[in-house]
């Protein structure tokens, strides 16, 4: 596995839509989405979907040349007319982060489900970079063998000590029939996954997103 970084930088954004008025939401979000097509440093809309445990939640994945790019795009006119055309479409932004992946994961055709986990780098992990990378790839690859749609994890730029991992799935169901599948698959996952997320990271959070059409997430 190579600790080199894609090129691509993603902005991945959790964050609360309007739905009083779905049709206005939907069409202030498309004027936003316009809006950002227009700048050289855009690249496309990745994913967008609804948290399974919170479907107030929408995410969407975002892909740009590089952050510098990013920041070029908020610098510009057009990041202004983005912030004016798509007012009152956001009720609340739950997070906003920017990363660089590690694994190459395709989001053409469209994977059904994320399971999305977020983790912090313990300095263990931070001191022993590529062995920390090796060993995680190792216990991922146990599940996307199980799932059979991929997996990638990828580095935060304001933070590089936390870290986001994205599994394929086929369904919300399909990640359950995996949990119990005990010694099918499950039980040697745990036996490789706890000594290396002992030494190495802390899991923060963990939750599924059903991916949509983009735009259709309110």
């Known amino acids: 596995m190579s600790t080199e970084e894609l090129s691509y930088e993603f902005e991945v954004v959790l964050f609360k839509t309007n739905k009083a008025d779905p049709a206005a939401t939907r069409e202030k ?3 936003g989405f316009a809006v950002q097509t227009k700048h050289e440093d855009f690249v496309r809309y ?3 979907g ?4 919170d479907d107030s939640v929408a995410l969407l994945i ?12 908020l610098a510009s006119p057009l990041g202004p007319q983005f912030t004016a055309v798509s007012e ?3 009720l609340e932004l739950v997070s906003l982060k ?3 992946f590690y694994r190459p994961l395709s989001f053409d ?3 059904p489900v994320f399971e999305v986990i977020d983790a912090t780098v313990k300095p263990a992990g931070l001191d022993a970079f590529p062995t920390f990378l090796s060993a995680l790839n190792e216990v991922v690859s146990m599940v996307s063998d199980y799932s059979g749609l991929g997996w990638t994890v990828g580095w935060q730029k304001e933070d590089p000590s936390k870290l986001l991992v994205l599994i394929g799935w086929s369904s919300v169901e399909r990640h359950k029939e995996f949990r119990a599948s005990g010694d099918k698959g499950w039980n040697s996952f745990i036996a490789k996954f706890g000594p290396v997320s002992a030494q190495y990271f802390d899991i923060e959070e963990m939750f599924h997103v059903k ?4 735009g259709d997430s309110v």
Do not use: C, M, N
């Not at 609804?50 to 445990?53: N, R």
């Not at 991916?211 to 983009?214: D, L, Q």
């Open 62 to 73: 975002v892909q740009w040349t590089s952050y510098d790019g990013f920041l070029r795009f």
């Open 88 to 90: 009152g479409a956001v």
């Open 109 to 111: 055709p469209p994977i």
């Open 211 to 214: 991916t949509v059409k983009i």
């Open 98 to 100: 920017h990363y660089h």
């Open 50 to 53: 609804v948290k399974v445990e």
């Open 46 to 48: 990745a994913v967008e």
């Open 29 to 31: 979000i498309a004027a």
